[in-house]
């Protein structure tokens, strides 16, 4: 936590004057006061000609002598690390209201987790799209990295529509483990899973208080579901994890008098999975919600709403905060660092984008049902390839049935093999991954082409990963706008190159930059001159 400079005090009655060095009057001048955040701001006044000004620290003193400025206002000093709602900081262990969202086959990588929590910020490890070996061996890492020293982490727990034993056996694994804090998402309801992992380790202590082994951070883009996750658990999925021993009869007593998560992460237009909202939509639209269940349901504690998506600049952040955030989650951003799990040369892809240089493209997770991802357009045809994929699915009901045209296109450039040497590969994935889907398959033409395509898909986003160049062009990298924003604010600065881009130094200058346009705000509302380079925080290196 900071330590408070000291606010000048003044005595009683006395008229407010102001003594220092001399008061800022001029844009450039202003410019540079407003960046000194950590420092008490006064405006003053100018009695000569009534212009404003801003004096830094100083004294307060009564009117005396020409060397003293009546005083309009004072402005305490402003941290990033307050910039969000207190409580989240006290209730994860961080230094800043600052996450780094999860993101999915390892993307999120132990060392971007563990970056984050040694600069006081929590990050979820990627665990969607991984084997359970992989996440347990990630989650054995993490805990004994950062346990000891009693920094905060957690892990994402992805709803998987298509292989509910999958989520099961990761959130049994997280509890088994004593991992504390999850990232849930993709739900669109609650099932067992992640139920069972709120609800197990509920107690009451001695002053009656309900408290949780496990918090959750649910991350949403629409109302109904936001409500399932501010609303007490359901009694039916509680009793039903009773009766197969799941939890105790006192948990589930306990689950069903407080909210599934007290952190919801309001996603908008982002990378990945999205319904592409607008920030200055969705979060109030949250935040009245929540502020009506909260009422309704007469909780202990408040439920704190966070912000995520399109969050790439110090502007994106202040303006989240200013919109009541109680914390911000960056997610396309940190894709681009060296810690990010990605390669190279989809990183160096990343640090060329432009705003819209993003484009939506069909999921491999939910192919079937039409869902669609946010990538990056630029550089790759991966967007265009996997839409003509979802086309030609829709469109005919079996591989066999597709016309030789279009199949010799998709064999040749897409596959790099005919369909049946296509279908013997993605049969080996299944056999070992789940055989059921190989019986579906055999039976269900359809099925077999969406398997097929969806192998596509898959394989895409690991090239990306593994850095395979020969698939250059069918690279799927999931990214939202606020990589463009974020590689226009850093042009020219020591944050432009890729190799010099680090997690810690990106939510740094980005929190310090939100910290600096606030008070700019701040400033500018009390009628003072302050020009638009006081909003153009330029990153540097901070420690
Ligand atoms: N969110 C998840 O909850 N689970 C994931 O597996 C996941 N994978 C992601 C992979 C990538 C490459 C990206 C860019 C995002 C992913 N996300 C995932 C979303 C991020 O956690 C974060 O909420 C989001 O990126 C924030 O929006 P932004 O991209 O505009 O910064």
Redesign the pocket.
């Known amino acids: 936590m900071p330590v408070l400079a000291s606010v000048p005090t003044i005595a009683p009655h006395a008229p407010a004057h102001w003594r220092g060095a001399a008061p800022a009057f001029a844009p450039a001048d202003l410019a540079g006061a407003c960046a000194q955040v950590r420092h008490t701001a006064v405006v003053v006044r100018d009695d000569r000609d009534g212009r404003l000004g801003v004096g830094i620290d100083g004294t307060l003193v009564a009117a005396g002598d020409s060397n003293c400025w009546p005083v309009l206002g004072l402005l305490p000093p402003l941290y990033p690390e307050w910039l969000g709602d207190r409580t989240f900081s006290e209730t994860h262990g961080t230094r800043f209201p600052y996450v780094a969202?999860?993101?999915?086959n390892g993307?999120?990588t132990t060392r971007l987790v563990t970056e984050m929590a040694r600069a006081g910020c929590l990050g979820?490890f990627?665990?969607?799209?991984l084997s359970l070996a992989r996440v347990e061996a990630a989650v054995d890492e993490l805990a004994r990295e950062l346990d000891p020293r009693g920094m905060p982490w957690g892990v994402?727990l992805?709803h998987s529509p298509g292989e509910p034993a999958v989520e099961d056996a990761v959130a049994d694994l997280l509890i088994r483990r004593g991992v504390r804090c999850v990232?849930a998402?993709?739900f669109m309801g609650l099932t067992p899973a992640i139920v069972r992992y709120a609800a197990s380790g509920l107690t009451v202590d001695g002053s009656g208080t309900i408290q949780r082994r496990h918090r959750v951070l649910a991350?949403i883009s629409r109302e109904e579901v936001a409500k399932h996750f501010m609303a007490p658990m359901p009694v039916a999925i509680l009793d039903e994890l009773v009766a197969r021993n799941a939890l105790t009869r006192a948990e589930a007593d306990l689950a069903a008098r407080v909210p599934l998560a007290e952190d919801i992460?309001c996603?908008a237009?982002?990378?990945?999975?999205t319904d592409n909202r607008p920030l200055a939509v969705l979060l109030p639209t949250i935040l009245t919600l929540r502020d009506r269940i909260v009422a309704g349901q007469r909780y202990a504690r408040p439920i704190r709403v966070g912000a995520?998506?399109?969050?790439?600049t110090p502007g994106a952040l202040a303006s989240a905060f200013a919109l009541g955030a109680a914390y911000v989650?960056?997610?396309?951003?940190n894709?681009a660092c060296v810690e990010s799990g990605?390669g190279a040369g989809a990183r160096a892809m990343l640090a060329q984008a432009s705003m819209a240089d993003v484009i939506m493209a069909p999921a491999a997770d939910m192919f079937e049902m039409g869902v669609d991802v946010q990538v990056l357009r630029r550089g790759t045809l991966f967007a265009i390839r996997a839409r003509k994929l979802y086309e030609i699915y829709r469109a005919y009901p079996s591989l066999e049935a597709v016309p030789a045209a279009e199949r010799a296109k998709i064999e040749k450039e897409m596959l790099r093999a005919s369909f049946e040497e296509a279908w013997a590969s993605t049969r080996a994935f299944w056999s070992s991954r789940d055989p059921s889907q190989v019986t579906r398959a055999e039976s269900d033409p359809k099925h077999r082409m969406a398997l097929v395509f969806r192998s596509y898909l898959g394989l895409s986003s690991r090239w990306a990963i593994d850095g395979v160049t020969e698939r250059l062009t069918d690279y799927q990298?999931?990214?939202?706008?606020?990589?463009g924003a974020f590689n226009t604010w850093v042009a020219g600065s020591f944050l432009e190159a890729p190799a010099r881009r680090t997690a810690v130094q990106v939510a740094l200058n980005l929190l310090e930059g939100a910290a600096v346009l606030t008070r700019a705000q701040q400033l500018r509302t009390f009628g003072l001159p302050i020009p638009s380079s006081a909003f153009d925080f330029r990153p540097r290196p901070l420690a």
């Open positions: 969202g999860a993101m999915a993307i999120a979820f990627g665990a969607a799209g994402n992805i990232e998402s993709a991350k992460t996603e237009d982002s990378g990945g999975h995520a998506g399109g969050l790439g989650q960056t997610g396309s951003v894709q990605l990298i999931w990214c939202g706008p606020a990589m």
